[in-house]
């Protein structure tokens, strides 16, 4: 797998579930960014380079709108 295909396909995906999962297990609103930012950021020096920092910030903001949407909901 390219990682065109996981950072625009397979990381959203992930982190949409996740943060659905996530809210519905803690019921809290901000424990799923949280985790979030730090697994992505974890991988940015493990797997990635220095450049993927940009995407942990758009996969946070993701899983915080998310998050926020599930909050409204419930």
Known sequence: ???FTIV???CPLL??????????????WFVMPLAIFVVFTILTFTIFNQSFFIWV??????SLIVS???KKIR
């Open 1 to 3: 797998m390219s990682e």
């Open 8 to 10: 625009f396909f397979l």
């Open 15 to 28: 982190v949409l579930l996740a943060s659905i999962v996530g809210y519905i297990v803690f019921k809290k």
């Open 57 to 62: 910030i758009i996969y946070t903001v993701l």
């Open 68 to 70: 926020l949407i599930m």
